[in-house]
């Protein structure tokens, strides 16, 4: 069975050409391509929009480089000022043809200054960009000067290294020296030197998938391979189980610094490249990690480029690459581009140390709370009688949760009742006052209690806090806590929620009839066995699972009202 792509056609000329027309329709103030007669006869090339002028026009040197699609935004998308003067776009993990080649050269070079062309290592890219190369020389007199990017370290013994992520660098390098007016020979001097100054090896944790065929299952659900290629080649080895983030990027690191003999102390750029399906929070962790192993090997990372940058499809990995800096390379890194994929100074220097903010959670919690009321002994003796309440009740509350929920109400509302009585013992005078005692139980219930329920205990605890230090009286504030559960929940009345039960006993409670409050709450609580949910976790229960049974949330509102009226009688 094949494997679900988001594509028109699964493989072929109509996949590729597909792909080169969705970037310029994306990119129209950075790319073009080549016409429909170049279409027709199987010639994708994507130009820099700009080329006759900013390229040709200026006696600049072109730089032109390519290789089979899938690799994403490699290589159309680092075609801009300062990187690429145009890719050539084969079929998925196919070499592009002579004659592709062939027509990004002589539509986007100069006689008088050249062409240099970028290639990745392999069999295919090496024959058909070198043959063209050869006729744009002999039969348009177009000089060529070519670099090979052969930056995989995972195959010590290999005799023609692949070329990977580590192209990124040459690209860079090479379109910023062309950029600057250098020559041919110059321009492609310092590409040598950054291919050879590069070193890349990658982790796989899941097998690319080709559109048009069934999805790879190579790998076990408890294995990841070192080494893999980007078209799914078979890498150095297999390793299971998956190792952590910070070991996985300890061996990529050691592997490229061994290969290029980096000394200690010495500047490189690291480059944290997404093989293609890697989450941004798996790319965050990855990124940080490895940048934490170049340091621990003594490495000074002066610039680090991360993203999707040379991908293989869907591939779930990542691939670390090293460059080893000298003056000139992080001078013509550091110049600034504008491609879809790369912008501005795309490699960031690392020099600065992370920023912390001084933050003390404890300080948070011990902020003044402007109270000028006297002191209550009942609010002690309430607050203590509804941790109890609750905790008795916890079974109750559980098992309806379980009908009409997802089984947690009453475990945590017994989490947050157990917390407030242990700070209540530990720190009995922060519970003598009104608004310094109901601040306490929001600083409580904040730190212990979880879920929405726990959130919405806060909010309203906190407005009744604001209402009591500007001198409410108990009804008012308990009625501010009702209005804030009731806008930021988005529940009512009538939605089978806590809602139900807290608005009327606010209400109630107005007159300062706790009696009655407790009475309008049970009365609320008890109302929600014929309603349907439309707010919280129950509005994914079937209604029929609902009938009979109380909203837990109204439930532990009726009896904690209860058990203070009870203790305050």
């Known amino acids: 069975m094949e494997c679900k792509k988001v594509v028109n056609a699964s493989s072929g000329p109509k996949l590729t050409e597909s792909i080169v027309e969705g970037l310029v329709t994306l990119y129209p103030e950075h790319l073009g391509r080549l016409d429909d007669a170049a279409f ?23 730089v032109i480089s390519g290789g089979g699609s899938g690799h994403e935004p490699a290589h159309a998308g680092f075609v801009g ?11 998925v993990f196919a070499s592009p043809t002579v004659k592709a080649v062939l027509c990004a050269i002589v539509a986007a070079s100069s006689k008088k200054a050249g062409c240099l062309l970028i290639v990745k290592n392999y069999t295919g ?50 379109g910023a020296a062309a950029d ?3 020559s041919l020979e110059e321009v492609a001097r310092v590409a040598r ?32 391979e070192l080494g893999l290629g980007i078209h799914g080649e078979p890498g150095a080895h297999v390793v299971s189980p998956p190792p952590t983030a910070s070991a996985a990027a300890a061996s990529l690191v050691e592997a490229c610094a061994a290969k290029l003999e980096i000394p200690a102390g010495a500047r490189v750029a690291l480059v944290v490249n997404n093989l293609g399906a890697t989450s941004g929070l798996e790319m965050a962790v990855f990124g940080g990690v490895a940048v934490e192993a170049c340091r ?48 501005g ?29 006297p002191e209550d002994p009942r609010i002690a003796k309430a607050v203590l009688a509804a941790c109890d309440a609750v905790s008795r009740a916890e079974p109750d509350l559980t098992r309806a949760d379980e009908t009409v929920g997802d089984g947690d109400c009453g475990t945590t509302l017994k989490q947050g009742a157990d917390a407030v009585k242990a700070d209540l013992e530990n720190r009995p005078d922060a519970y003598k006052k009104p608004a310094e005692a109901v601040a306490a139980l929001a600083d409580v219930l904040g730190d212990n209690m979880g879920g929405s329920s726990g959130a919405l205990y806060v909010l309203g605890l906190r407005a009744a806090e604001n209402a009591l230090q500007r001198g ?21 009345i009538g939605s089978r929620t806590m809602c139900d039960a807290t608005i009327p006993a606010a209400r109630a409670l107005l007159s300062s009839d706790l009696n009655r409050a407790a009475l309008e709450a049970r009365r609320g609580a008890d109302g929600t066995k014929d309603l349907v949910a439309t707010h919280g976790r129950s509005a994914y229960v079937a209604a029929a699972r609902q009938h009979g049974v109380p909203d837990p949330g109204a439930l532990a509102v009726a009896i904690i009202f209860e058990a203070i009226a009870d203790a305050l009688h």
């Open 345 to 373: 100074a795309p490699f960031r220097p690392l020099d600065a140390l992370p920023v912390t903010i001084p933050a003390d959670p404890l300080a948070l919690r011990n902020a003044d709370v402007r109270s000028s009321a």
């Open 125 to 174: 890219d090496r024959l058909n960009f070198g043959i063209a190369a050869e006729t744009a020389r002999s039969r348009f007199g177009i000089e060529v000067e070519t670099v090979y990017v052969r930056d995989d370290v995972a195959l010590p013994d290999s005799k023609q290294p692949r070329g990977l992520a580590g192209c990124v660098v040459a690209h860079k390098v090479a």
């Open 40 to 62: 027709a006869a199987g010639v994708r090339v994507v130009v820099r929009r700009d080329y006759e002028v900013a390229v040709k026009q200026a006696g600049k040197v072109a």
């Open 180 to 182: 600057r007016g250098m």
């Open 81 to 91: 000022k300062g990187l690429l003067t145009a890719a050539v776009c084969g079929d």
């Open 472 to 492: 409410a009286t108990w009804g008012a504030a308990f009625q501010a806590a009702a209005r804030a559960i009731e806008q930021y929940g988005g529940a009512g």
């Open 193 to 224: 030197e950054a291919a050879a100054r590069t070193a890349t090896m990658g982790v796989a944790y899941e097998v690319c998938s080709l559109p048009g065929r069934a999805k790879a299952t190579r790998l076990g659900v408890d294995e990841v």
């Open 296 to 343: 621990a090997r003594g490495l000074a990372v002066a610039r680090c480029l991360d993203g999707a940058l040379v991908t293989s499809i869907d591939m779930q990995g990542v691939s670390v690459s090293l460059t080893r800096l000298d003056d000139e390379l992080m001078e013509l890194i550091d110049r600034p581009c504008d491609s879809p994929a790369l912008k």
